[in-house]
């Protein structure tokens, strides 16, 4: 199995790493348009500057999102399986087309809801088949950069809230609301955002910036006789009811998403396109 990088920025190197450590580098070839320093990846590998020259098998496309559909389509065409950075697109209408694509080539298109894959996330499923959908959600995705310039705090912080929500509940919500804003005034996007989704029986409540000092990562569940706390940065999950701790896996959710996509059949068509809609929602 040939696999090939698109892009070795910040999250590119990351997937390089995971892969090495999941012994999946072997013919790796890697796309980047600028020089890489490879003292902080410990390993050269094989480096183009075009990414029509490539010829593999699977690929990861880690670019800014501006360029995911040119890319996505292109190598969907050849059949190729595509692991895409989140958000896939930043068009409904586009992510749709390029799942169709796939379809028609018999290509897996894969999109990065890496929290769909957390150990944490997977049992506060489980959890919520057996107690029922909760009566809120309550989101914290708070930190300190890393500053992104080509998406804002709703498209970089905010999606991996809204997935969470998509993929927990199962459902799109009757009403959106969004506001998005500057905490830093010389921030050179809309580095923070609130949100509110309104589902059949459960308010969601997000809260994301990047240009936060503290990094604060409270997910909250509240049904009707408890409340079920997962703190992402201690990977703990609480229910008030005793304060006793739930077990959880301590399986890299990053490890998780790259198997599921280079060896499971999954359809993440409906989860993409609804999140995408629910970000694309201006109001």
Avoid at 184 to 210: A, P, R
């Amino acid at each position: 199995m040939k696999i090939a990088i698109i892009g070795l920025g910040y999250w590119g190197k990351i997937i390089l790493k995971n892969l090495r450590d999941l012994g999946l580098d072997k013919d790796l070839i890697v796309c980047e348009s600028q020089d890489v320093d490879w003292s902080d990846i410990g390993s050269k590998y094989i480096v183009t500057k075009d990414y029509k020259t490539i010829t593999c098998d699977k690929v990861f496309i880690l670019t800014p999102a501006s360029t995911h559909f040119d890319l996505c389509k292109y190598f969907l065409k050849k059949g190729i399986d595509v692991f895409c950075e989140k958000p896939l697109c930043m068009k409904s209408e586009q992510c749709k087309e390029l799942y169709d694509l796939a379809e028609s080539t018999q290509a897996k298109l894969f999109t990065d809801w890496l929290f769909t894959f957390n150990p944490a996330v997977l049992e506060l499923k489980k959890i919520i088949a057996i107690l029922g959908k909760p009566k809120n959600i309550f989101a914290n995705r708070l930190n300190f950069g890393p500053i992104r310039y080509d998406t804002n705090a709703k498209w970089d912080l905010a999606s991996h809230d809204v997935s969470i929500a998509c993929f927990l509940l199962d459902e799109f919500p009757n009403e959106i609301k969004w506001v998005n804003f500057k905490r830093n005034k010389s921030s050179f996007k809309e580095d923070s955002c609130i949100g509110v989704l309104l589902f059949k029986e459960t308010c969601v409540q997000i809260n994301t910036s990047w240009e936060h000092g503290i990094k604060d990562r409270i997910y909250k569940l509240e049904f009707e006789d408890r409340i079920i706390t997962w703190d992402d940065s201690t990977k703990s999950l609480i229910q008030s009811k005793d304060d006793s701790l739930i077990k959880i896996s301590n399986e890299s959710p990053l490890h998780l998403s790259i198997k599921s996509f280079l060896f499971d059949k999954i359809d993440q068509k409906k989860l993409t396109l609804d999140v995408t809609k629910i970000l694309e929602y201006e109001g």
